[in-house]
């Protein structure tokens, strides 16, 4: 299978230079993650990480996702400095594990409503919170997500997401308005297992005065994070709980459950457990 494959990729060569699906211009290619490798990166330096899921056979891979075709240098350079400005600002306030010091849990100051003994889920309150920084950070990956023409990310719905305003947002350094397409961040509070989760399309119903509205949403994983991206039109949303929402209310509130009380822990468990049951010995 393996000189199978070599024989493939050397007759249908990567192609280095081409159109930036970012900036409209031709170049050369670079080498761009999907979601930085600074938060997909396995527990052990050099390891490996197994790709499964939706009805595939599992495989090892280095690293993360990644996109050959997708931006040339000059665009790969505007999504790093973006990625390592959002990567700051989640450390710095404890957004992510990386961010925790070797710690393995968050302290019960880091809390504005701790846990309560026998409880996995608090609540933050986060002051100074940059709200460009994280939102044009969220959006972009949002972006790649739906730009990327790699086949683990062919399943997200595209519909009633305008990719070219979001492309020039990031051009522009431009964040926009916290009602366009709002985003809410929940946590892991204590520290688990490195894992990828490629980005997934939910929908759930939320009441409103006029009813009940269906909405559906994006949910991106990062490093014990986990980023809810709602439609671009959402004003009413906002306007409905604004404190949840980055840039909705002068503090972000910030929802914080044990790893392993969350749908994210259920939900790799259960992939290790599929995946061993269909290709027995495969991981």
């Known amino acids: 299978m393996a000189s199978k494959?070599?024989?493939?990729?050397?007759?249908?060569?990567?192609?280095?230079?081409?159109?930036?699906?970012?900036l409209g211009k031709e170049g050369k290619y670079a080498k761009s993650h999907i979601i930085p490798l600074a938060l997909t990166s396995p527990c052990v330096k050099g390891g490996r990480f197994i790709e499964s899921g939706r009805g595939e056979r599992p495989i090892r891979r280095f690293t993360s996702w990644f996109d050959h075709q997708l931006v040339i240098t000059e665009g790969?350079?505007?999504?790093?400095k973006i990625d390592s400005a959002g990567i700051e600002e989640l450390r710095k306030h404890k957004l992510i594990w990386s961010g925790w010091g070797g710690g393995e849990k968050l302290n019960d100051s880091d809390y504005a409503v701790p846990p309560e003994s026998g409880s996995g889920f608090g609540v933050r309150l986060l002051e100074g919170v940059n709200v460009e920084k994280l939102r044009l950070f969220f959006l972009s990956v949002l972006w790649r997500s739906l730009r990327t023409g790699i086949k683990e990310f062919s399943f997200l719905p595209r519909d009633g997401v305008d990719l070219?305003?979001?492309?020039?947002m990031i051009v522009d350094g431009d964040s926009g308005d916290c009602s366009y397409h709002p985003i809410v961040l929940d946590q892991m509070s204590t520290l688990g297992f490195s894992h990828n989760k490629s980005p997934s399309f939910h929908e759930i119903e939320i009441q409103f005065e006029?009813?009940?509205?269906?909405?559906?949403?994006?949910?991106?994983y990062m490093q014990g994070?986990?980023?809810?991206?709602?439609p671009e039109n959402c004003l009413d949303l906002l306007e409905t709980m604004p404190a949840i929402f980055i840039g909705g209310y002068e503090k972000l509130w910030v929802?914080?459950?044990k790893f392993e009380e969350t749908k994210q822990f259920e939900e790799a468990k259960q992939e290790l457990l599929d995946t061993a049951l269909?290709?027995?010995?495969?991981?």
């Not at 494959?5 to 970012?22: E, I, Y």
């Not at 070219?164 to 020039?168: A, P, W």
């Open 76 to 80: 790969e350079e505007i999504l790093s």
């Open 210 to 220: 006029e009813g009940v509205k269906k909405l559906g949403y994006y949910r991106l």
């Open 5 to 22: 494959n070599r024989k493939l990729k050397k007759a249908n060569p990567v192609q280095k230079s081409g159109n930036c699906a970012l």
């Open 255 to 257: 929802n914080a459950r």
């Open 278 to 283: 269909r290709w027995p010995g495969a991981v």
């Open 164 to 168: 070219d305003r979001l492309g020039k």
């Open 225 to 230: 994070l986990v980023v809810h991206i709602y």
